[in-house]
């Protein structure tokens, strides 16, 4: 579950607007971050790129999105509704399915589903296994100054703030250098 989580996260930030790492994000030109993150098999072999329906997907994410947003402001009721709309328009349910050579694996959605309901299928199921727990406050937004990217805190103590790195790099810098202006 947790690689869904995972892939929850890059999905969401790689399909929806907005601001990421200080600049403006338009999340337009995406198709080949999203093959890599979602359509590229463990085996390195890659999933029928045609099948892909990025902009099916883009409209899940925005609201997948607002799920970390609603947990992020302390709205945990609204997440849960917003979850629960997509765990019953996409069908997710378990299911044990064999495909492409491979053994049996659990799905949460129909095999025959279309692309975009496929992955927004698990990617509900994994935030309502967190939702449903005591530690959905580790869903969250970047507080970096311009960015809004979302992210899982991972983290042993659960204090993380921040989407990337880079973006707590960018916040320590700069209050160093607003330290040592003063």
């Not at 085996?43 to 892909?52: K, T």
């Not at 883009?58 to 945990?76: K, M, N, P, S, T």
């Amino acid at each position: 579950m947790s690689d869904v989580v995972a892939r929850t996260v890059s999905t969401v930030n790689l399909l929806t607007p907005g601001l990421a790492l200080g600049k403006e994000y338009a999340a337009e030109d995406v198709t080949e971050q999203v093959w890599e993150t979602l359509v590229k098999r463990p085996d390195g072999n890659l999933s029928n790129p045609a099948e892909m329906n990025i902009e099916g997907l883009r409209g899940y994410a925005v609201r997948l999105r607002a799920v970390f947003v609603a947990i992020d402001e302390g709205r945990i009721d609204d997440a849960c509704g917003v979850v629960n709309e997509l765990l019953t328009e996409t069908g997710a349910a378990p299911v044990l399915a064999r495909h492409d050579k491979e053994p049996w694996h659990l799905h949460f959605h129909a095999v025959d589903a279309d692309w975009a309901r496929s992955w927004a299928a698990p990617m509900a199921t994994s935030l309502a296994v967190i939702l449903g727990n005591p530690v959905y406050d580790r869903l969250g937004v970047c507080t970096a100054p311009a960015c809004d990217r979302v992210f899982v805190d991972t983290s042993r103590n659960g204090t993380r703030r921040f989407c990337s790195t880079a973006c707590q790099n960018r916040v320590k810098a700069a209050a160093f250098r607003a330290r040592k202006k003063s």
